[in-house]
């Protein structure tokens, strides 16, 4: 699939990144004694980017115990990129080249 590379290529995969929701349950980070409340999270991939409801006090005031988890910019079709450096790791190199088994 990547025959003819010589190094120093950029190889870059797509893949597509969808919506899942799925509930939880979560402790009351204020009140642990109190019966832990049920969120519908998001996920794009692996990371959580909502939690759903937010809790109300009883004066009104929205309690953000999980701010955090307010990620609306990660709802982008283009995933954020991170530079990282290349990794060659420093041992016996494998050929995966299953073609000849």
Request: hydrophobic residues 35%; aromatic residues 8%.
């Amino acid at each position: 699939m990547l025959e003819g590379l010589k190094g120093g290529e950029q190889i870059e995969l797509q893949v597509p990144a969808t919506l899942e929701k799925a509930e939880y349950t979560l402790a009351n980070l204020n009140n642990r004694s109190v019966h832990p409340d049920v969120y519908e999270c998001e996920f794009v991939g692996n990371t959580l980017i909502s939690t759903g409801k937010q809790a109300v006090s009883s004066r009104g005031q929205e309690l953000q115990w999980y701010r955090s988890f307010r990620r609306e910019s990660l709802r982008s079709k283009v995933t954020p990129m991170k530079a990282i450096p290349a990794y060659v790791h420093p041992g016996r190199i494998i050929n995966w080249d299953m073609r000849g088994a």
